[in-house]
């Protein structure tokens, strides 16, 4: 099955940027549509975005768009997560995960999960 590892991660100032990566090993990611969900302690995981395996369109939480991109490089097995004009609420773990068939939104339709990487905002 494939394996997803999470990086670049850390501290940034409200309004700062970060790039997140995801590292799949053991599959190809072009069989997989993928995507990425966060957790704020305390909190339900929610959705962020996913990128399609065949078309590669992509979908965002709502309040997302605009300032998150998601993309893929299938050459490199790699996901990426662009975080632009971040805020303070933006906090937490992020998550990584695939799926081989898109049922939608909810974090139950991603069998495969990364450890998360955690992103922290500060005001």
């Known amino acids: 099955q494939v394996q997803l590892v999470e990086s670049g991660g850390g501290l940034v100032q409200a309004g700062g940027s970060l790039r997140l990566s995801c590292a799949a090993s053991g599959r190809a990611i072009s069989g997989y549509h993928m995507g990425w969900f966060r957790q704020a302690p305390g909190k339900e995981r929610e959705f962020v975005a996913v990128i399609r395996k065949m078309s590669a369109v992509t979908f965002y939480a709502d309040s997302l768009k605009g300032r998150f991109t998601i993309a893929r490089d299938n050459a490199k097995n790699t996901v990426y997560l662009q975080m632009n004009s971040l805020k303070p609420d933006d906090t937490g773990v992020y998550y990584c995960?695939?799926?081989?068939?898109?049922?939608?939104?909810?974090?139950?339709?991603?069998?495969?999960w990364g450890q998360g990487t955690q992103v922290t905002v500060s005001s």
């Open positions: 995960v695939a799926a081989l068939n898109y049922s939608g939104r909810q974090s139950a339709n991603y069998p495969y």
